[in-house]
């Protein structure tokens, strides 16, 4: 499975950005999808996670009640809605396909990463 990320930008503090992970292949609904992130210096982040089926998703503490992970098997995409976001929010995020997990060595399918930019 091949994976595209997007919907990154600059956006001020407070306010919203929606990323999409498109994928391609058939098979695109037998992985579950997992969001994480990369700051400069910092090791990369969980963020957040949505089983095959959808019905079971997870967060990282740092993104808990902010951010809303979603999947359309029929399209073949994950979205992630980011919402009240701050500075600290400021990474390269990553979608990922494998199994349902936080841990990112768990995934063997990457996509590029989205560069996305909260300023104060």
């Known amino acids: 499975v091949q994976l595209q990320a997007s919907g990154g930008g600059l956006v001020q503090a407070g306010g919203s950005l929606r990323l999409s992970c498109a994928a391609s292949g058939r098979t695109f609904s037998t992985y579950a999808v997992g969001w994480f992130r990369q700051a400069p210096g910092k090791e990369r982040e969980f963020v957040a996670a949505i089983s095959r089926s959808g019905a079971s998703r997870g967060y990282g503490d740092s993104v808990k009640g902010r951010f809303i992970i979603s999947r359309d098997n029929a399209k073949n995409k994950v979205d992630l809605q980011m919402n009240s976001l701050k500075p600290e929010d400021t990474a390269a995020y990553y979608c990922?396909?494998?199994?349902?997990?936080?841990?990112?060595?768990?995934?063997?399918?990457w996509g590029q990463g989205t560069l996305v930019t909260v300023s104060s």
């Open positions: 990922a396909a494998g199994p349902y997990s936080a841990q990112p060595e768990s995934f063997a399918y």
